[in-house]
């Protein structure tokens, strides 16, 4: 497949970064109404629950669970409040460093997440069952370039 003419590389590129700027917004405008859904978590807490289901042991600090759910430090401390008054998660101090508070899924907390996983999952499938998985992969290629590209900034 040839390259297209210049031109219209310049339309192709400017409908990617539109379509970015409009993804973007749509997740700040979630952000911004960051209630809880139906499987009681909010989109907040999910982020930070798949976080610390992905850490090592599923334990994590608050600190690292701030960074890889991309939320402020002081947002994760009242988040973490709100999980652990629900039984949602439990902290405690680093047996290694007793400066660090340690945040681990309780059993509750594992079924919520699923829930809310399976939840985002249907909604995506729906969303995108009329496209083919090569459509889809490239999707999801192009996506982490721009992440890099953002990262680079």
Request: with cysteine.
């Amino acid at each position: 497949m040839s390259a297209p003419p210049a031109a219209d590389r310049t339309e192709v590129i400017d409908e990617l970064r539109q379509s970015v700027s409009e993804l973007l917004g749509a997740e700040r405008r979630l952000r911004g109404r960051d209630r809880r859904g139906p499987h009681g978590l909010s989109f907040s807490e999910v982020r930070a629950l798949i976080a610390l289901g992905r850490s090592e042991g599923e334990t994590a600090t608050a600190g690292a669970l701030a960074k890889a759910a991309d939320l402020n430090p002081a947002t994760v401390t009242a988040l973490l409040d709100s999980l652990e008054e629900r039984g949602i998660a439990t902290r405690r101090r680093a047996e290694d460093d007793r400066r660090c508070v340690v945040v681990s899924l309780t059993d509750e907390g594992r079924e919520k997440l699923a829930e809310a996983q399976a939840k985002w999952k249907s909604r995506l499938d729906a969303a995108l069952t009329d496209l083919p998985d090569d459509e889809v992969l490239a999707a999801a290629g192009v996506l982490r370039r721009l992440a890099g590209v953002f990262d680079s900034v």
